[in-house]
């Protein structure tokens, strides 16, 4: 049902992490950003457990969530989905892949933003640029926020089937735009979801915007940012589209 928390926060199964731990789905690269400002650089991607949305699970929703084995215990397991991994670990991997980007993604990674913070010192210690990829529904602690370098926002609207008083949280946006460090990326599947998303972007003032076709086949990601692509021109926005899967189709860990 949408609206509801996702299953994953009311499993009891769910490995507890401690200080200096993450509750780890994948670490995974190196490999290209496939999406946003940064798509095509060469990267190293550090994928969290657990989020608090549950996309493409409620009514109306047009697209689904692509990641679900991190979060949806209704048909993945947690025990065999997710592990406790201690930071110097996460970071020794990074190292091995000697990328210059790191994304942590997710899930929802701010759920565990207090934990992220000794691996975001250890990243821009390393001098690597570090960009979060959120759901925009927990705002950044100031701490977080001045050690990352972009928060990939991307807010949910009626296509993600979720009930908008649980996907939409206006107070968070603020504080990711209140940062200068938000780009607001809006999945759609069709140019009949732009009009949603305007008004959105109009009553949180949200900018930039840019627009990212659904999909987790390559033929359908053509397809969809075909359809937005003049409707986004003419709206001022921005346009990505997902190379991670014009590539390698749904493969994990890509
Ligand atoms: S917010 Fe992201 S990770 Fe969470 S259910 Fe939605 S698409 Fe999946």
Request: hydrophobic share 45%.
């Amino acid at each position: 049902m949408a609206g509801r928390l996702a299953p994953t926060l009311a499993s009891s199964d769910l490995p507890l992490a401690g200080p200096g731990e993450l509750v780890v789905s994948e670490v995974f690269g190196p490999t290209f950003q496939g999406e946003g400002r940064s798509l095509g650089q060469r990267a190293g991607f550090v994928r969290l457990g657990t989020c608090n949305l549950d996309c493409g699970r409620g009514p109306g929703a047009t697209w689904a969530c692509d990641t679900a084995y991190t979060w949806d215990w209704e048909h993945y397991s947690p025990a065999a989905e997710l592990s406790v991994r201690p930071v110097d670990d996460i970071v020794a991997d990074l190292t091995a892949m000697d990328v210059a980007l790191l994304v942590i993604t997710g899930g929802e990674p701010l759920i565990q933003q207090r934990r992220l913070v000794p691996l975001l010192h250890a990243a821009t210690g390393r001098g690597w640029t570090v960009e979060v990829e959120t759901n925009g529904t927990i705002a950044p602690l100031p701490e977080v926020a001045g050690l990352v370098s972009r928060f990939n926002v991307s807010p949910k609207v009626q296509g993600s089937g979720v009930a908008r008083a649980v996907a939409l949280r206006p107070r968070a946006l603020a504080a990711f735009l209140a940062t200068g460090k938000a780009v607001f990326k809006f999945v759609a599947s069709s140019a009949a979801e732009l009009d949603d998303i305007a008004e959105v972007v109009a009553r949180g003032r949200l900018a930039p915007v840019m627009i990212m076709p659904a999909g987790t086949e390559p033929e359908q990601v053509v397809r969809v940012a075909r359809e937005l692509a003049d409707p986004v021109l003419a709206r001022g926005w921005d346009l990505t589209v997902r190379l991670h899967v014009l590539l390698w189709g749904n493969e994990r860990a890509r």
